[in-house]
Nanobody, 122 residues
Framework: QVQLVESGGGLVQAGGSLRLSCAASGRTGNSYAMGWFRQTPGKEREFVAGIDWVGSNTRYADSVKGRFTISRDNAKNTVALQMNSLKPEDTAVYYC???????????????WGQGTQVTVSS
């Protein structure tokens, strides 16, 4: 089992920045892809960004390309999401995910954090 705990959410004005962090604990000896998803009420959870175990392969949703950057520190078992130029439509609960079964996480990821709220005011 891998436990994931997110931090860094909050309230920010449009155009501002936030940095989310996710710390993994438990059986972190296996290599695993990590990523971020987000969800708003009444909508499905959507992929935001993903990174492979090595950190050399990243993927982003079109809506965040050029504004968000995902990174990881395997020595600390953490993954971060730097969010710049935030827009009101980025408002959502952001979830960290991890998966040992593939290079990039999907909505069927094995492990999930509890989520952290990001609110962008206009």
């Amino acid at each position: 089992q891998v436990q994931l705990v997110e931090s860094g959410g909050g309230l920010v004005q449009a155009g501002g920045s936030l940095r989310l962090s996710c710390a993994a604990s438990g059986r972190t000896g296996n290599s695993y892809a990590m990523g971020w998803f987000r969800q708003t009420p009444g909508k499905e959870r959507e992929f935001v960004a993903g990174i492979d175990w090595v950190g050399s392969n990243t993927r982003y949703a079109d809506s965040v390309k050029g504004r968000f950057t995902i990174s990881r520190d395997n020595a600390k078992n953490t993954v971060a999401l730097q969010m710049n130029s935030l827009k009101p439509e980025d408002t959502a609960v952001y979830y960290c995910a991890a998966d040992t079964r593939g290079p990039i996480v999907s909505r069927e990821a094995e492990y999930w954090g509890q989520g952290t709220q990001v609110t962008v005011s206009s």
